[in-house]
């Protein structure tokens, strides 16, 4: 098992920045990709940015591109989203994932390919 605690939401004005973090813990060698996703009301979960920890090659959604990094301490350890120029499109609640072997031969943009979940932290952009 893994355990994810995620941290680092808030509310903040357009333009903005956050930095959301993401601690693992438990069997951690298990783990090939993390990410974090985003749920608003009304709409589906989706995916804002993830990375294969080992290669730490990352893939961004085109919405967040050039205003969202993903980063890792040690390869599945702690995963980072530093969030710049925020929008208040940007505001959901967001959690981080991590996952084995689903999310490596699959398409790792789709939520069932993670295995764990965080609680999730709310991020808030006024306008």
């Known amino acids: 098992q893994v355990q994810l605690v995620e941290s680092g939401g808030g509310s903040v004005q357009a333009g903005g920045s956050l930095r959301l973090s993401c601690a693992a813990s438990?069997?951690?060698?298990?783990?090939?990709?993390m990410g974090w996703f985003r749920h608003a009301p009304g709409k589906e979960r989706e995916v804002v940015a993830n990375?294969?920890?080992?290669?730490?090659?990352?893939y961004y959604v085109d919405s967040v591109k050039g205003r969202f990094t993903i980063s890792q301490d040690n390869p599945n350890d702690t995963v980072y989203l530093q969030m710049n120029s925020l929008k208040p499109e940007d505001t959901a609640m967001y959690y981080c994932?991590?996952?084995?072997?689903?999310?490596?031969?699959?398409?790792?943009?789709?939520?069932?390919?993670?295995?764990?979940w965080g609680q999730g932290t709310q991020v808030t952009v006024s306008s």
């Open positions: 438990g069997y951690t060698d298990s783990i090939n990709c």
């Open positions: 990375i294969y920890t080992a290669a730490g090659v990352t």
């Open positions: 994932a991590a996952g084995d072997t689903l999310c490596f031969f699959g398409d790792s943009r789709r939520p069932p390919m993670y295995n764990y």
